[in-house]
């Protein structure tokens, strides 16, 4: 494995248009040199205990940044290219490794090879694209504004592979696929051996939602996916009372392990906020000792770590809510006394983290499951081990060794 670093990554996850006050409806793309306000947050990067930064779309778009218009250049309401390079070199003066957001599914309509096909049948662009039966351009999932990339095209794998690779030597440290689950795995595996043949170093992993990960993983080359899986079962098995649920993601989650390190969340830019999803606000820090304490290449969602609440909706603008503005530079009253106690959890539980840095690999074993009560060994070879005890009662829980209070969460062996 040749970026071994990703064993002690920890990522904060930010969607900059949203983080840096952007319009995303595509009505002002003046440019304004937004991003290096994220410089500002380096220190609450750093004081949280991470060290990667995942950032969200930050290529020229039409709107919410998923509507690429082009790859080779920032988008003018974040910046520019010396925007980039000065935020990049920056980042990593604070040992923070930076990864960007790669939308090769689809492009928005302002995309200049779809404006070529759309002006001339004949320009070769036609190819970089796939046609429905009635000859137009099919779209991604029923959204016009997204055009589908035709994967077969080779044209289409050497622009991606040209694109991977220039953003990766201007300083990137790696990718995330957007839509990979939409694109051929096989595309992956055609486009990878040519980015990593520069870059060996680069962590490249893909959106993937369900299906078999493992089979995707492989066929693809990719190093990991986004592990929904788990996700879905951490805030669903707390919300309803079923550890059972959780188990058994956790049992498929060691299968995984097995070949790859999944990406691990519990909340990300498309998914209602944990807050909201776990309605009792005394079991939130439950679901982030799961993610902390399973194996992984965990990621926080800005916003989770100061407690900030948001609901997804199915309707235009539906994402504003779960993607907010933070303030341009943190200030000695932010974020109030209940964010700073959520922060603080953060604190405490990715220093569980780096002190046992193993438990990047580590799996689980049941020691004792109820649907409100249950405890697991996480452990990763002789000498690492920690017990994990989660009581979602109103009762005392005592189990497997372990005492604990109502509604109480324990890891022993720290």
Do not use: C
């Not at 003018?76 to 070199?89: C, K, N, Q, S, W």
């Not at 519990?266 to 944990?274: E, K």
């Not at 922060?343 to 649907?371: D, K, M």
């Not at 989660?390 to 890891?411: C, K």
Request: glycine residues 10%; aromatic residues 12%.
């Amino acid at each position: 494995m040749t970026n071994s670093w990703v064993e002690h990554a920890i990522w904060w996850h930010v969607y900059p248009l949203g983080f840096l006050g952007a319009d995303t409806t595509g009505a002002d793309r003046r440019l304004e040199h937004r991003m290096p306000r994220l410089e500002r947050w380096f220190d609450h990067l750093t004081r949280l205990g991470a060290n990667g930064l995942a950032l969200g779309p930050i290529f020229d778009s039409g709107s919410h940044g998923y509507d690429t218009i082009d790859h080779f250049a920032i988008d003018p309401r974040l910046g520019d290219e010396a925007d980039f390079a000065e935020f990049i070199e920056k980042a990593h003066a604070r040992g923070i490794r930076v990864l960007l957001d790669g939308v090769f599914n689809h492009v928005g309509r302002g995309f200049a090879p779809l404006k070529r096909a759309e002006a001339d049948a004949a320009a070769p662009e036609n190819a970089w694209f796939r046609r429905a039966a009635d000859g137009s351009f099919e779209n991604f999932e029923g959204h016009d504004a997204l055009v589908a990339l035709n994967h077969d095209e080779p044209a289409v794998a050497d622009y991606v592979v040209s694109v991977m690779n220039h953003w990766l030597a201007l300083g990137a440290d790696g990718w995330r696929l957007d839509a990979a689950y939409s694109t051929p795995a096989a595309f992956w595996r055609s486009v990878l051996p040519r980015v990593r043949a520069e870059h060996p170093h680069a962590y490249v992993f893909g959106e993937v939602l369900h299906g078999d990960y493992v089979e995707f993983v492989e066929a693809s080359g990719l190093d990991s996916v986004t592990q929904y899986e788990l996700w879905k079962a951490i805030w669903s098995s707390i919300e309803s009372g079923n550890f059972f649920e959780l188990d058994w993601a956790l049992q498929r989650h060691a299968g995984f392990l097995e070949t790859f390190v999944p990406y691990t969340f519990v909340g990300n830019h498309d998914v209602t906020r944990l807050a909201d999803q776990v309605t009792d606000a005394r079991h939130h820090a439950h679901a982030l000792v799961v993610l902390m304490t399973v194996g992984g290449t965990p990621a926080v969602y800005y916003g989770d770590e100061i407690g900030l609440h948001g609901v997804k909706e199915e309707r235009a603008g539906g994402d504003d809510a779960i993607r907010p503005a933070y303030p341009v530079a943190p200030t000695a009253d932010w974020p109030g006394e209940e964010g700073r106690e959520v922060f603080e959890l953060h604190q405490r539980l990715i220093g569980v983290r780096r002190r046992h840095p193993w438990l990047h690999r580590a799996t689980t074993n049941t020691l004792s499951l109820s649907n409100l009560g249950y405890v697991y060994e996480v452990s990763a070879g002789p000498g690492e081990r920690l017990v994990v005890g989660l009581n979602l009662s109103d009762e005392p829980l005592v189990a497997a060794g372990v005492t604990l209070a109502p509604h109480d969460w324990v890891i022993v062996g720290e």
